[in-house]
């Protein structure tokens, strides 16, 4: 839907005013009766066993509620394939900062002293930490026994596909390993005029939101009911993911999403699991807040990457051949992105011959987890380094080299092709900005230029519109906000339906009452949950016409709606609000309902 008369034209964000003048809630701010603070204990040691946790001491400290252990935990014996389900280390920990302990207190303060309090004995074993030596035959295993990825984050972030490497023994620490290949890379490189071979590295970088992790949990032993109040990017998958772990059907599991003070791509679950255990266990609200050390050391900041990149490129044929072996350190517990990273590094220049290997390894150190397109950043960086040098060494132009070969249509990596990229017409945009035409008239500067772009993901999802008598409509939707989406919904529904969006309420429901959406991330939830938006005001929209044409005594096809009126197209005077309608519809036995709309 292109721009109107209220699409694509600026407005305030709706939660704007409630940000800024500190009325927003968040779950930190919440406050349930009986409410009690936890506090994790968190491992020095990248790898050891656990000897014997000693809580007496912080059982003394006044307010202390509860100590809990693994063994304490409803639950017991789920596997441990991902960060969120590692709630509690059980014998032993694999990554510095993994929680061994919760404590768990009247307030704040006794749970900080108490955690302080808590004894661990632990036996240090040796500590796989660098990706490469964790390839190395005989390296041991972080995990004995091989891990089976979780389907919590797989797919999350984007719609890509590349075929599982086939050839070769995979070693103990690979946790996936694929493979992307088409044409001859050997001839590409042959008839390349520029070979560049680089090995480009990557760190580890956490997200730095404004709020580190934090969950509210409220149980209710008498009808088994979780309440979980959370910070997440995604209620429902959080919601699977907390039942099973704490052995609740997904039905009792409900997960109110509040305001997020910045997520990108960390908050799926790192701390909701262990505070609504907790809560279990102690029959009291748990409010689980990390601080910012505890928020470093214990959820998933994006992995470091080792990127060997051969590419060919010659002036006419452009870029000939890509042959790239990719290293992702996904930590003790992964996130896999290795298939994005094949796609990108393979998909915007047109390239014939193309042989990625990626291998997704295991290292004693913090668990891997997205970073606002995971992956893109790393693969993005190799590419267009080695591109870079290469036009270089061609003496050619950069964005001349760029623009005579871009791929018009992705690949991703799965036999399939993306729509139109787009590409082509960034750089010639960028061709005619004042900082690249003017980029040698100042000495002391530099200016360079890299392109990239980001498969995106998709998901279904469902919304209801809803018209009240006072002529206002709700929207309701199951997505999470986390970048100003919803402002874009009420713009959707209010371009459907004529309306002034400040005529729109958004209402945000949850896993209990709400509609289904995918989790907020991959850059989805606008391009999906828009589409319903759509579908229920359109819906809506028909409903309206409908009942005033019968009211005016007209044809559907000689109505205009504009400003929350129906109106006869050219006749002055007869006209009627969609509220008026509404109460009709909702007050006479022949009114035919409520006017709510179903999209999906």
């Known amino acids: 839907m292109a721009s109107g008369t209220y699409l694509g034209r600026s407005r305030p964000l709706i939660d704007g005013a409630g940000k800024v003048s500190g009325h927003a809630r968040y779950a930190a701010d919440l406050v349930l009766p009986g409410l009690v603070h936890g506090r994790p204990v968190l491992s020095p040691h990248a790898h050891a066993r656990i000897l014997a946790v000693d809580a007496e001491a912080a059982r003394r400290v006044a307010g202390v509620v509860a100590v809990l252990t693994e063994a304490d935990l409803p639950g017991r014996g789920q596997p441990v394939n991902s960060r969120p389900s590692a709630i509690l280390a059980r014998d032993r920990v694999v990554f510095a900062g993994q929680p061994v302990a919760l404590v768990v207190a009247e307030t704040e303060a006794a749970a900080e002293d108490a955690a302080a309090a808590v004894v661990v004995e632990y036996e240090p074993l040796p500590a796989v930490l660098d990706p490469l030596v964790a390839l190395e035959p005989g390296t041991p295993g972080v995990h004995p026994d091989r891990l089976e990825l979780g389907e919590e984050i797989a797919n999350l972030h984007a719609a890509v596909g590349a075929q599982a490497a086939e050839e070769g023994a995979t070693p103990a620490n690979v946790v996936d390993r694929l493979r992307l290949c088409r044409g001859d890379v050997e001839a590409g490189l042959r008839e390349a005029e520029v070979v560049v071979r680089r090995r480009y590295r990557t760190p580890v970088v956490y997200q730095a939101y404004l709020e580190p992790h934090v969950a509210v949990a409220a149980y209710d032993p008498v009808g088994r009911r979780l309440h979980l109040y959370s910070s997440t990017q995604g209620q429902y998958l959080v919601r699977d993911l907390v039942a099973r772990l704490v052995g609740l059907p997904p039905s009792r599991v409900r997960v109110t999403p509040m305001a997020v003070g910045g997520g990108f791509g960390s908050k799926y679950g790192v701390v909701d699991p262990l505070a609504a255990a907790a809560a279990m266990v102690v029959g009291r609200p ?259 016409l409908e009942l005033a044409a019968d009211r005016l005594e007209v044809a559907v096809e000689d109505l205009e709606l504009a400003d929350g009126v129906i109106s006869v197209r050219g006749v002055r005077g007869r006209a009627v609000p969609i509220g008026e309608l509404a109460r009709l519809a909702e007050s006479s036995p022949q009114g035919g309902g409520p006017v709510t709309g179903r999209g999906r």
């Not at 729509?419 to 960034?426: F, I, V, W």
């Not at 690249?436 to 360079?448: A, F, I, K, Y």
């Open 286 to 544: 748990v409010r689980l807040a990390l601080t910012r050390t505890e928020d470093f050391l214990a959820t998933t900041p994006a992995p470091a990457t080792v990127i060997d990149l051969e590419l060919g490129a010659s002036a006419e044929k452009g870029v000939t051949a890509v042959r790239a072996r990719v290293v992702v350190d996904q930590g003790a517990y992964p996130s896999p992105e290795g298939a994005i990273i094949a796609v990108l590094l393979s998909g915007y220049y047109r390239c014939p011959n193309v042989d990625i290997e990626t291998l997704d390894v295991l290292t004693h150190k913090q668990p891997a987890g997205a970073y606002r397109a995971p992956g893109a950043p790393p693969a993005m960086f190799a590419l267009e380094q080695a591109v870079d040098e290469a036009v270089r060494a061609l003496g050619l132009d950069p964005l001349e080299f760029r623009l005579r070969h871009v791929a018009s249509n992705a690949s991703t990596g799965n036999e399939a092709t993306a729509p139109s990229l787009g590409l082509r017409q960034c750089l010639e945009r960028l061709g005619q900005h004042p900082l690249w035409r003017q980029r040698t008239r100042n000495p002391d500067e530099g200016v360079g230029l890299a392109i990239g772009a980001w498969p995106g993901a998709a998901s279904p999802a469902a919304a209801l519109c809803c018209v009240s008598g006072d002529g206002s409509v709700q929207v309701h939707v199951g997505s999470v906000d986390i970048s100003g989406v919803n402002s874009a919904l009420v713009l959707v529904a209010a371009e459907v339906l004529q309306i002034d969006p400040d005529r729109i309420e958004l209402v945000q429901d949850d896993t209990q009452s709400g509609l289904w959406a995918g989790p907020s991330g991959g850059s989805q939830t606008a391009y999906s949950v828009s589409a319903a938006v759509r579908a229920a005001a359109e819906d809506v929209r028909r409903q309206l």
